[in-house]
């Protein structure tokens, strides 16, 4: 039973250029999460969705960031226009329901560098 | 809002020395909380859960963590640290779906 699977677990981009991470959640979750560490700091909140919904995206910035999570298929954090700010590790979690409070499940995370 | 304060930015411990690893939260309503560890480059594993009941909780890799409401606090222990323990520990809190981390504390074992 495979886990939260996130690819690539490395991405270099070029300032400017845009980045894809995927992530697909745990067999059976249908709830995503994605979180973004950035250096010496801890984890925050960036989105959290259903099939084909986003829930709450109060944690996501206002530009250039967009997240999906379509019917089929795993969901996708999409940075357009990357700087050297958006370096950092990119982790979803999965859950199996709404008000699941047994703590989510976490993939090994995306480190996105910009150059 | 709730939140979480990681009081120690770094422990370094010696090996098969006990650790205790601070945790306050503060919310003003019954909270869930949660350790997590992350290895090097790795993503958060789940160490242990206070949902509510015992307000003793053990976890996986022979840690256990102490609920205290009066102390707003949930520290997590280890009578005996390994090698292996060296890791970034995260406590966290939930509310609507929303997990709030603490900035974390880095264990390093003394060999």
């Not at chain 1, 590790?89 to 480190?111: L, V």
């Not at chain 2, 120690?8 to 090996?15: A, I, L, N, T, Y």
Request: glycine share 8%; with cysteine.
């Amino acid at each position: 039973n495979a886990g939260v699977m996130q690819n690539p677990r490395h991405l270099v981009r070029r300032r400017g250029q845009e980045a894809r991470l995927r992530c697909s959640p745990m067999k059976g979750h249908s709830h995503v999460y994605w979180y973004r560490q950035l250096p010496e700091e801890g984890l925050k909140f960036m989105v959290y969705l259903q099939k084909e919904n986003i829930i709450d995206e109060s944690g996501m910035p206002k530009e250039r960031f967009s997240a999906e999570f379509p019917k089929e298929g795993p969901s996708i954090l999409r940075i357009q226009q990357v700087v050297r700010g958006d370096s950092a590790a990119y982790f979803c979690a999965s859950s199996p329901r709404q008000g699941y409070e047994g703590g989510y499940t976490f993939g090994s995370g995306t480190r996105l560098t910009v150059v | 809002a709730q939140s979480v304060t990681q009081l120690d930015s770094q422990v370094p411990v010696f090996e098969e020395a006990p650790v205790e690893l601070r945790c306050n939260y503060s919310s003003s309503v019954s909270v869930y909380l949660f350790w997590y560890v992350q290895y090097p480059n790795q993503g958060l594993q789940l160490l242990l859960k206070y949902l509510s009941g015992s307000t003793l909780v053990k976890g996986i890799n022979g840690f256990e963590a102490e609920f205290n409401k009066s102390q707003t606090s949930f520290h997590l222990r280890k009578p005996s640290v390994h090698i292996s323990d060296t890791a970034e520990y995260f406590c966290a809190v939930i509310r609507n779906e929303k997990l709030t981390f603490g900035t974390g504390t880095r264990l390093t074992i003394i060999p």
